[in-house]
């Protein structure tokens, strides 16, 4: 039941992100006038001059230092594979496993989503701070390397979650694979381990108003991405809405795969990026974030295991 070991496809598309829509020079150009007109302060303390200052650069890595699991509390998250587990054990899934089989899939977070990790996420995302970009992939890299440090020998398909088309054309550039293109570029991917983005979104050019605006889900992405909405509506939002690239169908079957994105919340758009890869046969064995929010409040106990994973991975 195991899956093969497969040769992993090739990366696909051009270096600087194959999400699409903006040409890469494009992307530059953009960046260095936000450079140019942002005034630079401190996103930890506001000090001027620098994105982030030194003691803040401290308190920055000693939050993403330590990777942790934190599927904990993220009520969307898909199930572990059971053939991944039957790989990892030795045994057939759920055979003296506490879980019985139905344990949700594996996350890596480098920290918590909070204080100054989610003000340097923040700026780096949506205020054109992509100087912080070596910091912000030195945490996420230190979490491939854990995530990779857990699975079977092998090779390893990277997988990060497709940006949308909107976000990429208002930003310029696409955060996650900023992040991780420059981690491939210097070699601290980890070893084994291949970047390639077979996953997209079915309906990459979504406009309002648009032909698909009768489809529920399109419907409710029309309003923006997932913040703000709850488990239900996150689910509903992206339920159905990716799918692998044309080019890599026929070609993942039984890859081994871990998931990227940038910050856990229910986990339900990483749900829907490892339903894609899986209908494909992809053995998906886990997924991997820069950073994960806390269980919402009320949720007691998910929290304090949470906190134990938290220790206990460190
Ligand atoms: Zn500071």
Redesign the pocket.
């Known amino acids: 039941m195991a899956h093969p070991v497969r040769a992993l496809p090739d990366a696909g598309g051009a270096p600087g992100g194959s999400s699409g829509g903006v040409p890469a020079a494009a992307g530059r150009a953009l960046r260095g006038f936000w450079a140019l007109i942002l005034p630079t302060s401190?996103?930890?303390?506001?000090?001027q001059d620098?994105s982030?200052?030194r003691?803040?650069r401290r308190a920055f890595r000693r939050a993403t230092v330590r990777p942790f699991r934190a599927e904990a509390g993220a009520g969307s998250l898909p199930l572990r594979d059971p053939a991944a587990l039957e790989t990892r054990t030795g045994a057939p899934p759920g055979a003296g496993d506490a879980g019985g089989g139905f344990e949700p899939l594996p996350v890596v977070a480098a920290g918590i989503y909070g204080g100054v990790v989610a003000r340097a996420l923040l700026a780096f995302k949506n205020a054109g701070h992509t100087d912080l970009a070596r910091p912000l992939a030195a945490a996420l890299g230190g979490a491939l390397l854990a995530a990779r440090a857990g699975l079977p020998a092998g090779p390893c398909l990277l997988v990060p979650v497709p940006t949308r088309g909107r976000s990429l054309r208002r930003r310029g550039y696409d955060p996650l694979g900023l992040l991780l293109d420059g981690l491939r570029r210097r070699g601290e991917l980890p070893a084994g381990s291949r970047l390639a983005r077979p996953v997209g979104h079915r309906h990459p050019g979504m406009r309002a108003g648009g032909r698909s605006a009768g489809i529920p889900w399109f419907a409710a992405a029309r309003r923006g991405g997932q913040k703000g909405l709850g488990r239900r509506g996150r689910q509903e939002n992206v339920a159905g809405s990716m799918r692998v690239r044309r080019r890599y169908r026929g070609r993942l079957q039984g890859v081994q795969c871990l998931v990227v994105d940038d910050v856990l919340t229910t986990g339900a758009t990483l749900a829907e990026a490892v339903r894609a890869l899986r209908a494909e046969g992809a053995a998906v064995a886990g997924a991997v974030v820069l950073a994960a929010t806390p269980p919402p409040s009320g949720t007691e106990l998910a929290y304090s295991e949470f906190r134990r994973n938290r220790r206990g991975e460190g």
């Open positions: 401190c996103v930890g303390c506001g000090r620098t982030l200052c003691p803040c």
